[in-house]
C-alpha cells in the first residue's frame, strides 16, 4: 500500500512538472487529426509569427508574477511605445535605431513608474498597474489625437514582416528573448533573488536581498519588453493605433499561468510560459482552421485559466 502511495505521488510530481508539455502536444496531435493542413510548415510558421508579441510579453510577466505581482498595464504600454516609435520611423527621417530606442525606452519608463510606485510605496501591484493601464491608453490618445500612425519606413516594416534565413523575424527575436530569460532567470543571481522575493519576501529582506530594487526591476523589464512588442506589432501591421494592444496583458497572464507559474508567486519557467503561449497560440489557430467562432475561442481559453489556476492550487495542498 505504501509503494502504490510512493509512485502515485511520483507520478503526480511528474505531471505537475512536465504536464504542460504533454497537454501541448496533446493538443497538437488531436488538431493534426482533426485538421491535417495544420501540420503544415506554413501554418506552423504561421502560428509561431503569431504568438511572438504576446510570448514577448509573457516572458516579462512570468518575472513579475513569481515575485506574486501582477501588471495589468502591458496592452496599453504596448499601444503606447508603438505610438512613439512609429512616429519616428517615418521614410528619410530618423536612423532605425532611433524608433527602436524611443520604444522600448518609453516602455522602460512606464514600467519603472509601476515599480516604485509599488516597492517604494507598498501600492497593490493590481491598482498601481490599472491606473498606468489607463493612463498610458490615455497618453497613446493624446500623443496621436487619436489618429493611427502611418507611412512607416521599409526598414521599420522589415521588423515585423521580413524574414531570416526564411525565419520570421518576430520570431526570432521571440525566441533570442526567451534565451535572455532562461538565462536571467534561472542562471543567474538576480533570478535567484526574483524566486526568494516572491517565496517569501519577508524572509529575503532579512536575508540581506534589496527587494525593494527586485521589484522595480521585473516591472522595468516587464515594460521595456512590452515596448519591443509594440515595436513589433506596428512594424508588422505597418501602423501604429493608440487602441492597439487591448487585452494582450491578459493573454500574456494566461500563457504564464498556464504554463505552471504560481499566481502566489516563488514559482515558475520562462519553458513552461513559452509552452502556455504555444498552447494558446495552436488552440486559436486550430479553431479557426475547424472554423470554430472567435467568441467559443475565449470561452474556451477563460476555462483553460481556470483549470490551470484549479491545477495549481490543488498541486499546492497535496
Same mark, same amino acid.
Given at each position: 500500500m505504501e509503494t502504490e502511495y510512493k509512485i502515485f505521488k511520483k507520478a503526480g510530481a511528474f505531471l505537475s512538472k512536465y504536464g504542460i508539455y504533454f497537454a501541448f502536444l496533446l493538443l497538437t496531435c488531436i488538431l493534426a487529426i482533426i485538421s491535417p493542413p495544420f501540420l503544415t510548415t506554413s501554418n506552423i510558421i504561421n502560428i509561431l509569427r503569431q504568438i511572438s508579441v504576446n510570448g514577448i510579453i509573457a516572458v516579462g510577466m512570468t518575472l513579475v508574477i513569481i515575485t506574486a505581482g501582477i501588471d495589468l498595464s502591458a496592452g496599453s504600454i504596448? /499601444? %503606447?511605445?508603438?505610438?512613439?516609435?512609429?512616429?519616428?520611423?517615418?521614410?528619410?527621417?530618423?536612423?532605425?535605431?532611433?524608433?527602436? /530606442? %524611443?520604444?522600448?525606452i518609453s516602455g522602460l519608463a512606464c514600467g519603472l513608474i509601476n515599480g516604485v510606485l509599488i516597492a517604494k510605496k507598498r501600492l497593490a501591484p493590481f491598482i498601481v498597474t490599472l491606473g498606468m493601464m489607463t493612463a498610458a491608453r490615455g497618453m497613446g490618445l493624446v500623443y496621436t489625437s487619436g489618429r493611427p500612425v502611418i507611412n512607416l519606413s521599409d526598414s521599420y516594416d522589415k521588423i515585423g514582416g521580413g524574414y531570416f534565413w526564411g525565419i520570421p523575424i518576430p520570431v526570432i527575436i521571440f525566441l533570442a528573448v526567451v534565451l535572455c530569460g532562461i538565462f536571467i532567470l534561472h542562471y543567474t543571481r538576480f533570478g535567484r533573488y526574483i524566486f526568494a522575493v516572491g517565496g517569501n519576501k519577508f524572509a529575503a529582506k532579512v536575508s540581506g536581498i534589496n527587494t525593494d530594487r527586485i521589484i522595480i526591476s521585473v516591472y522595468a523589464i516587464t515594460g521595456a519588453l512590452s515596448g519591443l512588442a509594440g515595436i513589433v506589432l506596428s512594424s508588422r501591421v505597418m501602423s501604429a493605433s493608440p487602441a492597439t494592444g487591448q487585452g494582450y496583458e491578459l493573454d500574456a497572464i494566461a500563457a504564464v499561468v498556464i504554463g505552471g507559474t504560481s499566481l502566489s508567486g516563488g514559482v515558475g519557467t520562462i519553458a513552461g510560459t513559452v509552452a502556455g503561449a504555444l498552447i494558446i497560440g495552436v488552440m486559436n489557430n486550430g479553431l479557426d482552421m475547424l472554423n470554430v467562432s472567435s467568441y467559443w475561442q475565449l470561452v474556451v481559453k477563460g476555462l483553460i485559466i481556470v483549470l490551470a489556476v484549479l491545477l495549481d492550487k490543488k498541486s499546492k495542498n497535496a
Open positions: 504596448v /499601444a %503606447l511605445s508603438a505610438v512613439i516609435a512609429a512616429s519616428y520611423a517615418h521614410s528619410g527621417t530618423y536612423p532605425l535605431i532611433v524608433p527602436l /530606442a %524611443l520604444g522600448v
